[in-house]
């Protein structure tokens, strides 16, 4: 079947513009997460949903960041006033089910280049 | 707070070596434990996983064994290819219904044939 699916696949923008990143999980998946991976930070969470709710943001690194989940299924992860250190691959990942033992599946992720 | 360390890369070895990666953890209660592996130019997948003490993951002739005495969850196989070249991260999933994953840095193998 399908795996998790984002786009765009590359973003380029310029400094203090805002974008969107989308983010369509597996079908039937409850669960969704974004992470983001860089060089200079690894792979670090940003935000999960349990459904629609977003029960922990406090990964999120400023309030620049924020994130949807409609209708139980595609998120939508929104940086505003773009700065250079938010160039990264923003991934995403969903699980069958909450818990901690449930194996999370990544999309391949959208590079986002602040110029 | 909930940490993940694992061996700085690169790794480098011939085909057919064998493979280990170490990885030890910092957490309370007891987590769940993962290996992802992120091939060139692809995304990350997982490739085995351990939900409690002394469970061994197993995939692709890749094992690793919960170890909550030592803190410890290392990947090994026995005998690596050329395709098993990729960036390896091991995570874990803490207790206590916080599901996100805290990976480590990543370690890079590179298999010579």
């Known amino acids: 079947g399908a795996g998790v699916s984002q786009s765009p696949s590359n973003k380029v923008t310029e400094k203090g513009k805002d974008v969107e990143l989308r983010c369509d999980p597996i079908?039937?998946?409850?669960?969704l997460y974004w992470y983001r991976q860089s060089l200079g930070q690894g792979l670090e969470f940003l935000i999960y949903f349990q459904g629609n709710s977003a029960p922990d943001k406090s990964g999120l690194p400023s309030d620049r960041f924020s994130a949807e989940r409609t209708g139980g299924s595609v998120s939508t992860l929104t940086i505003q006033r773009t700065q250079q250190e938010d160039s990264a691959v923003y991934l995403c990942?969903?699980?069958?089910?909450?818990?901690?033992?449930?194996?999370?599946?990544f999309g391949p992720g959208t590079r986002l280049l602040v110029l | 707070g909930n940490s993940v360390t694992q061996m700085e890369g690169p790794v480098t070895l011939s085909e057919e070596a064998f493979l280990t990666i170490n990885c030890t953890y910092t957490?309370?209660?007891?987590?769940?434990l993962f290996w992802y592996v992120q091939y060139p130019g692809e995304g990350l997948q997982l490739l085995l996983k351990a939900t409690k003490a002394d469970d061994k993951g197993s995939n692709k002739g890749f094992e690793a064994t919960y170890r909550k005495e030592t803190t410890s969850f290392h990947l090994e196989k026995g005998s690596v290819q050329v395709s098993d070249s990729a960036v390896y991260f091991c995570a874990l999933s803490q207790s206590g219904g916080y599901n996100k994953l805290i990976f480590g840095a990543g370690t890079r193998l590179a298999v010579h044939p």
């Open positions: 957490a309370t209660g007891y987590p769940s």
């Open positions: 079908s039937g998946h409850t669960a």
């Open positions: 990942a969903s699980s069958l089910l909450w818990g901690q033992q449930e194996t999370q599946y």
